[in-house]
């Protein structure tokens, strides 16, 4: 079993993710996220939040995941966004045809389906399943059609980006922040691909949700106002050059901007604020990197495009994150298939004095010429350039007609005025996660196999044999057999007896789906009551809290290891002598006794205050 299946056994077993439809014999590219996988989630999410909407200012919009046609025409959707597929003549199996290159040749993927077809002959690539022949490979449209409306309606699609809603919201947005920029908006949602073949995992979804920042700046200044903020981090890049000699460098980001690594103060800030937040959320700095894009696989209009990648167990370094500099590409391709133009009126600082030439009608002569309308005519010839003002025949368009205008009832004059701003359509710096990737990234990033007496000995637990002991509490085994009978014998040997490692989730306070287990040592009722007093308490302060009493507290204890609670509480026969409960912490195993009164804010202080755990109570098994 390698990671990814040993991580994907315990999302299964443990509730985080389910396969799609699983009763009906599952579809590839779904996932269901359990109750655990689902809180999990959405605390990510939150965090993203508490990130780009509220620390940044960027307000979050919510659009429809259907849309119509021209959106993604304007977009290149429509007419670009494929990949290509390539079918077996036998089986029927489809492939990606440039995966299918992949083991023969570098660059695959920038070449066409005729070129890839060719490939596919030259080399004799056949089926990977049957071996039977291939079909030519074409390029297949990812998005998934839809019909909005009855009969034959109009043509829709589910949205493949979330990105495309705060671009035909712009105008919106830009009254919204009042016509400054930069602002910027954010979406979460879900966005859809029907990918060809997805076979790996939640790493590539045919549903899947992404989190998207478009942050829209002034072309000309691409300065980031709180740039000190990150100046000096130090951020794991695989730059251009860096991929040359194959070696990520370590830079801090004024450095990488100051060296035109990065290309400018806004993309690095953004690259440092998404280095903060994968780290927030139990990405493990050591396996995290920004990659730049080399100059054939970014988009001929960016400017510069950066994704952060995680390393994996079974799929080497995954992108989870592009951060890219998309100049005004997706605002002009929306003005013109909408036909509105796409800006923001920037004022100067001070007002310019500009000279420009005029044009002055000459009334007297268009009138008698024009009648009725001279004064149309009039100021049709204002609207002209001073190009077309030039020529010999103007030519002005009044009511739809086109009326000639000799060039003799036309004066000219030059002014000087006072201008004070000009219209600017910004470019757009857009961080694009994906949420399942990172997801998964923070379970396989915190997932952890340990041997149970190697770990005990390095958290300096009383010997061994007396560590597991004391994780059963001090004669808990034996009521607990007195009670339960041979079940919990049975419990006792599957659970703690034969036991060497144990899985351990070593998620941050922050995301773990549960916070806090508390455990009454019996099902007994002197036990239960003050146990559900405590979740009661520890709910009220906003902590997820998971109340089990069903087994061995061993085995209680390695159930929430391996869902990562950070803390569990146990009530035993000393609560109803002192009062005191036994905490204990899920990565070194330690216990201390601590009062019940005020247990609420320990828990609270050791979860969202970084309290350390010895401070908390009286040392109990270490
Ligand atoms: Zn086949």
Known sequence: MDKYEKVFELAKRRGFLWNSFELYGGSRGFYDYGPLGSTLKRRIEQIWREFYVIQEGHMEIECPTIGIEDVFVASGHVGGFSDPLCECKKCGEAFRAD???????????????????????????????CGGELNDAYEFNLMFKTTIGPGTGRQGYLRPETAQGMFVDFQRLSRFYRDKLPFGAVQI???????????????????????????????????????????????????????????????????????????????????????????????????????????????????DCWDAEIETDRFGWVEIVGIADRTDYDLKAHAR?????????????????????????????????????????????????????????ITVTVDGEELPVSSDVVDFAEETVKVSGENVIPHVIEPS???????????????????????AAESGLKGAEE???????????????????????????????????????????SVAPVQVAVLPLLTRKELADPAKEIVAKLREKNLLVNYDDSGTIGRRYRRNDEIGTPYSVTVDYDTLQDGTVTIRDRDSMRQIRAPISGIENVLYELIYRGRNFESAGKPFNF
Do not use: W
Request: aromatic share 8%; net charge negative.
């Open 99 to 129: 995966h299918l290159v992949e083991n023969v040749m570098d660059a695959a993927g920038t070449l066409s389906a005729e070129q890839l077809t060719e490939v596919i002959k030259e080399k004799g690539i056949t089926c990977p399943e």
């Open 189 to 303: 949602g879900k966005s859809y691909r029907n990918e060809i073949a997805p076979r790996q995992g939640v790493i590539r979804l045919r549903e899947f949700t992404q989190a998207e920042c478009e942050l829209f700046v002034d072309p000309r200044n691409k300065k980031h106002s709180n740039f000190e903020r990150f100046a000096e981090k130090e951020l794991v890049l695989y730059s251009q050059a860096a991929q040359q000699t194959g070696e990520p460098i370590r830079m801090t980001v004024r450095e990488a901007v100051e060296t035109g690594v990065i290309a400018h103060e806004v993309l690095g800030y953004n690259i440092a604020l998404t280095n903060e937040f994968l780290t927030k959320v139990g990405i493990e700095p050591a396996k995290l990197r920004f990659r730049q894009h080399l100059k054939d696989e970014m988009a001929h209009y960016a400017i």
């Open 337 to 393: 298939v909408s036909k509105t133009d796409l800006y923001v009126y920037v004022e100067y600082d001070e007002p310019k004095m500009v000279t420009r030439f005029v044009v002055k009608p000459n009334m007297g002569k268009l009138g008698p010429l024009f009648k009725g309308k001279a004064k149309a005519v009039a100021d049709a010839l204002k609207q002209l350039s001073e190009e077309e003002l030039s020529k010999d025949q």
């Open 433 to 455: 996660y994906g949420i399942d990737r990172i997801f998964y990234g923070t379970m396989e990033h915190a997932f952890d196999e340990e041997n149970v007496a190697k770990k």
């Open 467 to 509: 560590a597991e002991g004391a994780e059963k509490t001090e004669g808990a085994e034996k009521a607990e057999k007195a009670e339960k009978g041979p079940e919990a014998t049975k419990d006792e040997t599957e659970g703690e007896g034969e036991e060497e490692t144990r899985l351990v989730m070593h998620f941050s306070s």
